[in-house]
């Protein structure tokens, strides 16, 4: 008898590379596409890793708690780390990227996330592009959350190394990921003798072994649960149209944002600005008094399914994210989020309007 997802042919050479060329087309790029096998952080590590070393300067944004991680793997590479840090509540602006730039001519490598589905905001990628682009140095950006969920343009913005994972928007498995490498960071990392070989980590193995040998042989058995639900993902996006998944997207976090506001009960938008929160998830503020975990966990208890989660570490206590992505990014999960949050903070002594928050919900995201 045969098992679903056991007793798989092994991935041939030809559908691996296929599998690179669809990713490749998600992105509208022409640079050269690895496939990492592992969650997000891999390709993220092997990226500051091969790209940074000693005597190299790197501009750190932090809008989020992911720029946190890479400081440290920058400082681990002997790097020396200017940080750009903004509240998690908004964006950071090209021009405060420039200004940090000027400051510090000797910056050779950005690194920036584009959204942050942990604290819900997002950064204006293309401008910011443009100030790393004319100042040479080499551009970083962790495009986990954006993928799938907004425009992501890495060719068109500029980006050198862009990171994505399946598991957010894209609506596929945790356990893989994959970087678009420009030329200009091939012949960096390549002149980099800190860079990690014959390591997992090593993009430059990947290179040599695969993509320099005409893609013909693979260097190891591709996983391919992880590799079928990838092409599984990326087909389901190119069949519903990228640019419907993505309208998906918007319209739940416009829907969160107004269904919250008019929820009521002390509850607010996270991220100050709309023009600065992430499609891919809504981080709401909890009023005082409340704890932001206790009611995700009342919420919960109503629905185990719902995609609700409380902010990770400080932030438990007053965020709380509704992570409208991949599947959950329906009217559907929407209202039934904040309408579980709706009778959590009734439950909790605060005064809700559940069906106002359903009408704001109707009215910015009608169906048709
Ligand atoms: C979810 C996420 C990651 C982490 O991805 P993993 O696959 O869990 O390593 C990285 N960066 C951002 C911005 C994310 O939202």
Redesign the pocket.
């Known amino acids: 008898m045969t098992h679903p997802f056991l007793d798989l042919p092994p991935l041939t050479a030809d559908h691996f590379a296929a599998i690179e060329r669809r990713v490749a087309r998600l992105l509208a790029t022409e640079q050269d596409v690895v496939i990492t096998q592992g969650?997000?952080?891999?390709p993220?590590e092997g990226c500051i890793r091969g790209g940074a070393r000693p005597g190299s300067t790197a501009l750190n944004v932090v809008t989020?708690p992911?720029g946190q991680t890479f400081g440290n793997w920058l400082r681990d590479c002997g790097a020396q780390v200017v940080d750009l840090a903004v509240p998690f509540h908004t964006a950071v602006t090209a021009d405060q990227v420039a200004e940090a730039l000027a400051e510090h001519p000797e910056i050779d490598f950005v690194s920036l996330?584009?959204?942050?589905?942990?604290t819900g905001n997002t950064n204006p990628v293309a401008e910011i592009g443009e100030v790393v682009r004319a100042h040479g140095a080499l551009f970083m950006l962790?495009a986990?959350?954006s993928v799938g969920a907004e425009p992501l343009l890495p060719d068109a913005w500029g980006v050198d190394l862009c990171v994505i994972?399946a598991?957010?928007a894209m609506g596929g498995p945790?356990g893989v990921?994959a970087v678009s490498v420009s030329a200009r960071a091939w012949e960096r990392i390549a002149a980099n003798p800190a860079a990690p070989r014959r390591s997992y980590l090593s993009l430059l193995d990947w290179k040599e072994r695969w993509i320099d040998g005409g893609r013909t042989a693979l260097p190891h058995a591709p996983a391919q649960l992880e590799m079928l639900g990838l092409e599984a993902c990326a087909a389901r996006i190119e069949d519903e149209g990228l640019e419907t998944v993505m309208a998906r997207h918007a319209s739940a976090a416009a829907a969160t944002r107004a269904g919250a506001v008019a929820l009521g009960g002390g509850l607010e938008p996270y991220v100050h600005e709309a023009r600065d929160a992430a499609p891919?998830s809504t981080t709401l503020r909890t009023p005082a008094g409340t704890d932001a975990a206790a009611l995700v966990t009342a919420a919960l208890a109503a629905d185990p399914a719902l995609p609700l989660v409380a902010g990770g570490g400080a932030l438990s206590k007053e965020m709380i994210r509704v992570n409208h992505y991949g599947a959950d990014a329906t009217r559907g999960a929407v209202l039934s989020s904040l309408a579980a949050l709706g009778a959590a903070l009734t439950d909790a002594g605060r005064r809700v309007d559940i069906e106002a928050a359903r009408r704001a919900v109707s009215e910015t995201w009608p169906s048709r």
Do not use: I, N, R, T
């Open positions: 969650e997000a952080l891999l993220l989020g992911y996330v584009h959204a942050e589905a942990a962790d986990v959350a994972g598991q957010k945790a990921s891919v």
